[in-house]
């Protein structure tokens, strides 16, 4: 399996963009590179997804690095809401079934 | 969106028991469903993959015989937790996607189910 590495925690101030990194570097040609989050006793929730281009969506944007080796999610705003532990890697995407699997994630806070 | 619901949201059980989770896909049909177990303070664990119509594929480590998977339907896919014990005590959740398909198959998450086993 590809292995991901994320820090495993980070702090934000209210109101500051939020920059999460993601590495990995194993990742094939065909696979995208997901984030999800869950927030405490909840289920995953998706926050973006990219191929080779940067993506923004209303809830983040997602910076892939040229060599696709590594990412980095921005919330651009963070709030309270937005403390949860967040998911990144490698997702097989067209006609795959591929799995989605979860490393150990980033517990972001975002502090008063 | 999608929504993907689980039912129950919480059960509390005696050992030596059987329980059965429930989870839907409510406005989208699901080609596949997956479900994913989560003990304290730890990440999900895929514990299966779960086509309509045909048998579960276990990832490596899950028994089959104790998770029983079934998928009958396009919106419907049930865990069912064989005799029970202590150590099964965890958070499941499942999840859907449509599909496959070209692009990215997002997957939708249910709310989870806490399961404690007395």
């Known amino acids: 399996d590809a292995k991901t590495t994320q820090p495993p925690s980070m702090d934000c101030a209210e109101g500051r963009a939020a920059n999460l990194p993601c590495n990995h570097s194993?990742?094939?040609?065909?696979?995208?590179v997901y984030w999800y989050r869950q927030i405490h006793s909840q289920g995953p929730q998706y926050i973006i997804h990219g191929l080779k281009n940067n993506e923004t969506n209303e809830m983040a944007s997602l910076i892939i690095t040229e060599d696709r080796k590594s990412s980095t999610l921005i919330l651009p705003h963070a709030t309270l809401r937005d403390t949860a532990v967040y998911y990144c890697g490698p997702h097989a995407g067209g006609t795959s079934y591929g799995k989605l699997t979860f490393g150990q994630g980033t517990i972001l806070t975002v502090h008063p | 969106g999608a929504v993907v619901s689980q039912h129950p949201s919480r059960v509390i059980c005696k050992s030596g028991t059987s329980v059965k989770i429930e989870c839907r896909s409510l406005d989208f049909q699901a080609t596949t469903m997956f479900w994913y177990r989560q003990f304290p303070k730890q990440s999900l664990m895929l514990m299966a993959t779960?086509?309509?119509?045909?048998?579960?594929?276990?990832e490596q480590g899950v028994e089959k015989d104790k998770f029983l998977i079934n998928h009958a339907s396009l919106t419907l896919s049930t865990l069912t937790v064989t005799s029970a014990h202590p150590e099964d005590s965890s958070f499941y959740i499942c999840?859907?996607?449509?599909?496959?398909?070209?692009?990215?198959?997002?997957?939708?998450f249910g709310p989870g189910t806490r399961l404690t086993v007395l």
């Open positions: 999840s859907a996607r449509v599909g496959p398909s070209g692009g990215y198959n997002e997957q939708f």
């Open positions: 194993t990742i094939s040609g065909n696979e995208y």
């Open positions: 779960s086509n309509e119509g045909s048998k579960a594929t276990y």
